[in-house]
C-alpha cells in the first residue's frame, strides 16, 4: 500500500482501498477471507445457544423460574464484561492493527468455549462467560478490520456481507448444536464450538493481510473522548444499545416457548435450532442484498424502514400458537432485521476517520454489549413475571421506538455528518481505485 507525503514531510496512511504497488487491490482478499473467518466463529458461538436453558437443568437448576432467570444471568454475563473491555481493545486496535485483535478474539473464543462444556455447576459457567465477554468480541474486530480497507462507496456492500457471516453463522450454530445436544448430550457441543472458533483463527492468521501503518498523530482523533464527540455519534451509539437490547429480550425464554408450543420436550433443541437458522439464514441472505441497497437509497432510511418492520412481527411473534406460526414470522422477521447492523456500521463508518475505526467499532462493541447484557436479563425477568409471551412484546416496543428515534432526531445528524465528511474527502483526496 502506498504511503502518502503530507504538506509538512510525515507520513501518512493512505485512504482505504488504494492499489498496492503491482496496481490490484487487497481489500477484496481481505474481505473474503475475513467473511468465511467470521462465519466459522459465529457458527461456534451460537453452536450452544439452542440448549443452554436445557444444560442449566444438568447443572442443577430445577425450578424453571430459576432457569429463566438464570438464563438471562448466563447471557448477560458476557455482555457486561464486553461492555467494559471492548472499547480496550478498540484502542489497541487502531495502535497495533485490527488483524491481531481479530486473531485474540477468535482463539480466546475456543479455549473458553471448550472449557464451558467441562462446567461441573452454573457458577463454573457464569464466570467462563464473563471471561468470553473479556478477550472476545470478533464481530467488531473483523467489522473494524473490513472498514480499514474497504473504499467508502463500497461500505454499504462490504459491511452487507460482514453482516451476512453473523447471521448465516447464526443460522447453522444454533441447528447443528441443537442436534447435535439432542444426540449426543449437552456438554460435547461445546469444545466442537471452540474447534470452529480456533479454526476460524487460524484462517485469520495465515490468509488475512493488513498492510497496518500507525496514522500520524494530526490524523487521529486520539481519544474515546474526542470520537464520543463527533457529529451523531452518541446518539447512534444509543440506537445500537437499543436494537441490540430489543433483539436478545427473548433469547433465555425462546427454547422454553418452543417448549410450551410444542407440548413435548422430545426434540425441542433440534426444533429450536432450526426456527433460529431459518431466521438466521434469511436475515444473512437478506442483509447482502440490503446492504448493497442502502448505498442507493441511505443508510439512514434502511435503518428506519427495517426496524419499523421488525418491531410489526415481532409483536405477531408473541400470538403465534404453532411451530408452523413461528417459522413464517421467523422468516419475516429475518428479511426485515437483515438491514439494520450493515446500516448502524455504515452510518458509523462515514462518520469517523479512518485512523479512528478501531475505537468508534470498540464503542460501538461496547454499547452492543451491554444491549447484549439488559436484554437477556430483561427478557428473563419479564418471562418470570408476566410469562413467555411477554417478552416479544417487549421487543416489538423497543424496535418501534428504535424506529421513530432514528427517524426524527439521530438519521438527520448522521446522514449530515456524513455528507460533510464525504465533501471533505473529495476535496482533500485524490480519487481512489479498486
Not at 447471521?167 to 457441543?189: E, H, K, N, Q, T
Not at 434502511?302 to 414470522?329: D, I, K, P, Y
Not at 475505537?359 to 462493541?365: D, K, P, Q
Not at 410469562?387 to 428515534?405: D, E, H, N
Request: proline share 5%.
Amino acid at each position: 500500500m502506498p504511503e502518502v507525503a503530507g504538506e509538512s514531510g510525515e507520513v501518512l496512511v493512505p485512504a482505504p482501498g488504494e492499489p498496492t504497488a503491482d496496481g490490484q487491490p487487497r481489500w477484496q482478499a481481505t474481505l473474503a477471507a475475513a467473511w468465511v473467518a467470521q462465519l466459522l466463529a459465529i457458527t461456534g458461538f451460537s453452536f450452544v445457544m439452542p440448549f443452554i436453558p436445557f444444560y442449566l437443568r444438568d447443572l442443577g437448576v430445577r425450578s424453571e423460574k430459576l432457569v429463566a432467570l438464570w438464563s438471562g444471568a448466563i447471557i448477560t454475563a458476557s455482555g457486561l464484561s464486553m461492555t467494559l473491555f471492548a472499547p480496550f481493545w478498540g484502542v489497541l486496535a487502531d495502535r497495533y492493527g485490527r488483524k491481531p485483535m481479530v486473531q485474540r478474539a477468535m482463539f480466546a473464543g475456543a479455549v473458553i468455549l471448550s472449557l464451558m462444556g467441562l462446567a461441573g455447576n452454573v457458577y463454573h459457567l457464569f464466570v467462563l462467560r464473563i471471561l468470553q465477554g473479556v478477550f472476545t468480541g470478533t464481530i467488531s474486530a473483523s467489522v473494524a478490520l473490513v472498514s480499514g480497507v474497504t473504499p467508502q462507496r463500497r461500505l454499504g456492500s462490504s459491511l452487507g456481507l460482514m453482516q451476512a457471516a453473523v447471521f448465516l453463522g447464526s443460522a447453522a450454530g444454533p441447528w447443528l448444536g441443537g442436534v447435535c445436544a439432542d444426540r449426543f448430550g449437552y456438554r460435547l457441543p461445546f469444545p466442537m464450538a471452540g474447534m470452529l472458533l480456533a479454526i476460524a483463527g487460524i484462517l485469520v492468521l495465515f490468509m488475512v493481510r493488513e498492510d497496518f501503518r500507525r496514522p500520524a498523530v494530526r490524523a487521529q482523533v486520539g481519544t474515546l473522548r474526542q470520537v464520543l464527540l463527533l457529529p451523531g455519534f452518541t446518539g447512534v451509539l444509543t440506537l445500537v444499545l437499543m436494537v441490540n437490547l430489543a433483539s436478545t429480550v427473548v433469547a433465555p425464554v425462546f427454547p422454553l416457548f418452543v417448549e410450551q408450543i410444542m407440548h413435548t420436550r422430545a426434540g425441542v433443541a433440534t426444533v429450536t435450532g432450526l426456527l433460529l437458522a431459518v431466521g438466521g439464514l434469511v436475515a444473512g441472505v437478506a442483509s447482502m442484498a440490503l446492504g448493497r441497497l442502502s448505498d442507493r437509497i441511505g443508510h439512514g432510511r434502511m435503518l428506519v424502514s427495517c426496524t419499523a418492520v421488525s418491531g410489526v412481527l415481532s409483536g405477531l411473534l408473541a400470538a403465534a400458537n404453532s411451530v408452523g406460526q413461528l417459522f413464517a414470522l421467523r422468516v419475516g422477521f429475518g428479511l426485515s432485521s437483515g438491514g439494520t447492523g450493515p446500516a448502524m456500521n455504515a452510518l458509523i463508518a462515514r462518520s469517523v476517520p479512518n485512523s479512528s475505526y478501531g475505537r468508534a467499532y470498540g464503542l460501538m462493541a461496547s454499547a452492543s454489549s451491554l444491549g447484549w447484557a439488559l436484554g437477556p436479563m430483561l427478557g428473563g425477568t419479564v418471562a418470570s413475571a408476566y410469562g413467555l409471551r411477554a417478552p416479544f412484546v417487549a421487543t416489538a416496543m423497543l424496535l418501534i421506538a428504535v424506529s421513530a428515534m432514528a427517524a426524527l432526531r439521530i438519521v438527520p445528524t448522521m446522514d449530515a455528518a456524513s455528507r460533510e465528511q464525504s465533501s471533505l474527502s473529495c476535496h482533500s483526496r485524490p480519487a481512489r481505485a479498486e
